[in-house]
């Protein structure tokens, strides 16, 4: 072989080119998994902007939503729910009836929708919005596992409501339970009386508290600093974690993602969920999914005899 037929071996690229070319994959990537449909459905970033803008905007910012295909046999069911949830946001606030379904025989235990709600929402320490609780159901030897995800209940008939004294948790138009972080005094009354522990109180921790002077935080505060200081979206209003402001020093709690609802998307639990365990919608559409299996034989909701009527439903 003649040396003019031979290549030289290639040495490989410097390190900070080599850097600089697995950026641009990852950023190839990205833009190809953010499609039409799926920027609408687990990118919150592409559209942080939007997520913060006036009511006033509302009409231009669902202009965002994602055209969906046509209903096909065997679908995602994550793209059904998202034709739901466009169909009732046309629909005006007091005619939608937010509600949740989580079938528990799905459900693998995987916490995905636990962490990723405390992602979704920056929540410190203490605070979770939708932890997962296991169960063991049967008769030993016959035994096996089941897992519950909590989040609030968002009840028709809330107790919290009336045990606040300051009036600052309150049902929306839609049925979703807010809570008034500028108005709530941290007395905590609403904690007792939810029947089903879904509230926490922030009392200020952070991730890096105590953990100065170790070498893991030398190496990791930058990167857990500005998650701890990244500002929470509760409620569709921007809340800067410092201290003694609030949502420091507030009670807490699932909203449905309330600031992706009104902005197209769904909560980050039911796009995340791994087996497609959560659903979500609108209870007074008769043709969503959710409303198809609140009907469900198998459907029930926590502690019915408290007559708080949960718009959280199980199927067992």
Not at 166 to 177: C, E, L, P, Q
Not at 251 to 273: A, D, I, Q, S
Not at 303 to 312: A, I, L, R, Y
Request: glycine share 6%; net charge negative.
């Amino acid at each position: 072989m003649s040396t003019h037929d031979s290549k030289p071996a290639q040495s490989p690229p410097p390190e900070g080119e080599r850097d600089l070319q697995e950026q641009n994959q990852r950023r190839e990537f990205l833009k190809k998994f953010s499609s039409q449909v799926f920027a609408g459905l687990v990118a919150p970033a592409v559209v942080g902007g939007m997520l913060l803008a006036s009511k006033d905007a509302r009409a231009a910012e669902q202009a965002y939503m994602p055209k969906l295909p046509d209903a096909e046999p065997g679908e995602d069911p994550t793209i059904r729910m998202m034709r739901d949830l466009q169909r009732a946001l046309k629909k005006p606030l007091e005619q939608r009836k937010w509600s949740m379904v989580i079938d528990t025989r799905k459900c693998v235990g995987c916490h995905a929708c636990t962490i990723s709600c405390i992602a979704e929402n920056k929540l410190p320490p203490g605070v979770v919005y939708r932890p997962t609780l296991e169960e063991e159901i049967g008769t030993y030897p016959n035994v096996t596992r089941r897992w519950i995800s909590r989040p609030c209940m968002q009840c028709e008939n809330p107790p919290c409501t009336d045990a606040c004294p300051v009036h600052a948790t309150w049902m929306r138009k839609d049925g979703i339970v807010e809570i008034d972080y500028d108005q709530c005094i941290g007395c905590r009354y609403c904690i007792t009386a939810c029947p089903y522990s879904a509230r926490t109180f922030d009392t200020g921790r952070n991730y890096t508290d105590g953990t100065e002077n170790t070498t893991d935080a030398l190496l990791d505060r930058d990167r857990a600093t500005a998650y701890e200081h990244a500002p929470a979206h509760d409620y569709e209003k921007v809340w800067e974690r410092d201290d003694h402001k609030s949502p420091v020093g507030n009670v807490r709690k699932c909203h449905f993602c309330v600031h992706r609802l009104e902005n197209g998307m769904l909560p980050e639990c039911v796009v995340t969920c791994i087996g497609r365990a959560t659903y979500f919608g609108d209870a007074n559409d008769p043709d969503s999914l959710v409303a198809e299996l609140i009907g469900s034989s198998n459907a029930v909701v926590l502690k019915e005899e408290m007559g708080t009527k949960p718009k959280v439903h199980y199927l067992l």
